[in-house]
């Protein structure tokens, strides 16, 4: 059962941007902290932004000031929006979440299945 969709990826100039979205599944009992992660290819996957239940953030020094996470937790929903890209901004972005899945589940990690992002020079 997949418990978060990804949207957004794709192609864009550098100095462009992009928006990636991510839906949490209905079925799951409480979402926590959610937050963005990308891997590129032959690195290691890194976490890009994060958010708490309640707004607080945080982001990797390499893109603060041009990436911004929010969340409506209403909609079960978290974006990243991606201003004036970089090359090295190219990777597979994943959206991640702490859920609790029933009433009887301890806190575990879920994962979007990724989307891919290509920023050319």
């Known amino acids: 059962q997949v418990q978060l969709v990804e949207s957004g990826g794709g192609l864009v100039q550098a100095g462009g941007s992009l928006r990636l979205s991510c839906a949490a599944s209905?079925?799951?009992?409480?979402?926590?902290?959610m937050g963005w992660f990308r891997q590129a290819p032959g690195k290691q996957r890194e976490l890009v932004a994060g958010i708490g239940s309640s707004g607080s953030t945080n982001y990797v020094d390499s893109v603060k000031g041009r990436f911004t996470i929010s969340r409506d937790n209403a909609k079960r929903t978290v974006d990243l929006q991606m201003n004036s890209l970089k090359p090295e901004d190219t990777a597979v972005y994943y959206c991640h979440a702490a859920v609790r899945r029933t009433a009887w589940s301890n806190w575990g990690d879920t994962w979007g299945q990724g989307t891919q992002v290509t920023v050319s020079s």
């Open positions: 209905e079925s799951i009992f409480m979402i926590g902290d």
